[in-house]
């Protein structure tokens, strides 16, 4: 029996569903545990995307978000709550040499492969600091069109075949529906959970891992590594049964 300190968690198909706030269910019970226990969520979206979809809807069911910590990017940024506002303890932000280097041969990559579409909605480069992304049909793009313009990632491979020749020191990662993100080398959530432990002291057996990709290519799956305890879960509704089945043991021990 181990004591819990500290649930962490992946966003998007494990709290939420995909680019979507909490519902006011997994809220509730995400809040009764911030009573006591801290929590993390750790994804590769930013921080405004974080905010958007987990700290607005905590705040609604007035939950004690001093409790809660914020890895953004992967964890190559780290944020926590004092008095409820946001605190940063760190962001490792990519050099302005280091961008336009990726900046430059994007726009190499997206002429050679053609794979220019004929309207871009919002942005299509996006400088996150930590990280750069690459929408192809823009950031605000309408979810039918993206998920018609690569189903089957052989666009954004052939750019990914480019990428990974012409910058070497990052890892070219393709991701959502027509998007790859581009990340200083190494940069995954078990770089991400490291961080963590080093930054809270927190024992390694007193944090549990919830995400919906702990498999093989899954981008949870680097956790596993970290010897955190990990569970596998479903969708949002699987975690919110999990947890509050943690909650009426009273939350101070889990069986191993
Ligand atoms: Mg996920």
């Known amino acids: 029996m181990s ?12 709290i939420s569903v995909s680019k979507t706030p909490l519902d006011e269910e997994i809220s509730k019970t995400l809040g009764e545990i911030l009573q006591n226990r801290k929590i993390a969520v750790i994804t590769g979206a930013d921080l405004p995307q974080l905010e958007k979809q987990v700290i607005i809807p905590l705040q609604k069911v007035k939950a004690n978000i001093d409790n809660i910590i914020l890895l953004p990017t992967c964890g190559s940024q780290f944020f926590y709550y004092v008095n409820g506002k946001t605190t940063k303890m760190y962001s490792e932000d990519l050099s302005v040499d280091e961008k336009s280097k990726i900046f430059i041969a ?7 492969t053609g794979s220019k579409p004929e309207k871009i909605y919002g942005e299509q480069i996006e400088d996150r600091g930590t990280q750069v992304t690459f929408s192809a049909i823009g950031q605000d793009c309408p979810v ?3 998920s018609t313009w690569d ?6 491979k052939a750019m990914k075949k480019i990428l990974d020749e012409l910058l070497p020191d990052f890892d070219i990662k393709i991701a959502g529906l027509s998007s790859i993100d581009i990340t200083r080398k190494g940069i995954d959530k078990k770089y991400g959970m490291m961080k963590l432990l080093e930054h809270t002291k927190i024992p390694t057996e007193e ?3 919830f995400g919906d990709k702990l498999v093989p290519d899954g981008n949870d799956y680097p956790v596993i590594e970290t010897g955190i305890r990990c569970i ?20 101070e021990y889990i069986k191993d």
Do not use: W
């Open 207 to 209: 944090i549990i891992f």
């Open 106 to 112: 994007l726009e190499y990559a997206i002429n050679q």
């Open 3 to 14: 004591k819990i300190s500290l649930l962490a968690f992946d966003m998007d198909g494990t």
């Open 144 to 146: 039918d069109v993206k």
């Open 232 to 251: 596998l879960v479903q969708d949002h509704r699987h975690t919110n049964s999990i947890l509050k089945e943690i909650i009426s043991k009273r939350f």
């Open 151 to 156: 189903p089957d990632m052989t666009k954004r």
